[in-house]
T-cell receptor, first 109, second 113 residues
Framework: EDQVTQSPEALRLQEGESSSLNCSYT??????LFWYRQDPGKGPEFLFT???AGEEKEKERLKATLTKKESFLHITAPKPEDSATYLC??????????FGTGTRLTIIP | KAGVTQTPRYLIKTRGQQVTLSCSPI?????VSWYQQTPGQGLQFLFE???????NKGNFPGRFSGRQFSNSRSEMNVSTLELGDSALYLC????????????FGPGTRLTVL
């Protein structure tokens, strides 16, 4: 069965302290890897789509990268407003999205 | 452009009852997917509808069902509620089935007592 594993489960960083979140996956026929941000009490907000190994996408302090087995979400000089749960999802051949359980990121001022 | 709307936002039911949740997609979006989110299991896919037809279905019992109307609005129904059905139910819309980016609504928080 296809699996998506995110690590760490939770991460606390000081403001300005850069780090990376990991998403590893085992799917046959990857048709896209997606990153979402979810704030408490809200639905996930779309961030990035990656399709092939070596691809990178950037948005403000966030950069997503993709290899054949995993994706990284790099956060550079984070601010308290970057605190949220970050979700990774993969789309497989039948177009269903499979989500990881997320990384809860807390940025301490 | 208005986002995905879900009603109601909060719901409390008792075991054995049934519930219907509603989702209105972004204008022009024809595909609607439903997810269940719980702390232990994360986001789990329930089903997807496109042009009033169910295209994909997750691994949930038959108590969970849905439908889509000609205006792309969708409803999901859960019959014979169980305590374990307590969750945040999220709806997401995309322009067409298979379009990568899904846009989520705020969810309906269902509590089963």
């Amino acid at each position: 069965e296809d699996q998506v594993t995110q690590s760490p489960e939770a991460l606390r960083l000081q403001e300005g302290e850069s780090s990376s979140l990991n998403c590893s996956y085992t799917v046959s026929g990857l048709r896209g890897l997606f990153w979402y941000r979810q704030d408490p009490g809200k639905g996930p907000e779309f961030l990035f789509t990656l399709y092939s190994a070596g691809e990178e996408k950037e948005k403000e302090r966030l950069k997503a990268t993709l290899t054949k087995k995993e994706s990284f979400l790099h956060i550079t000089a984070p601010k308290p407003e970057d605190s949220a749960t970050y979700l990774c999802a993969v789309r497989e051949g039948n177009e269903k999205l499979t989500f990881g359980t997320g990384t809860r990121l807390t940025i301490i001022p | 452009k208005a986002g995905v709307t879900q009603t109601p936002r909060y719901l409390i039911k008792t075991r054995g009852q049934q519930v219907t949740l509603s989702c209105s997609p972004i204008s022009g979006h024809r595909s609607v997917s439903w997810y269940q989110q719980t702390p232990g299991q994360g986001l789990q896919f329930l089903f997807e509808y496109f042009s009033e037809t169910q295209r994909n279905k997750g691994n949930f019992p038959g108590r969970f069902s849905g439908r889509q109307f000609s205006n792309s609005r969708s409803e999901m129904n859960v019959s014979t509620l169980e305590l374990g059905d307590s969750a945040l139910y999220l709806c997401a819309s995309t322009r067409t089935s298979g379009t990568p980016e899904q846009f989520f609504g705020p969810g309906t928080r269902l509590t089963v007592l």
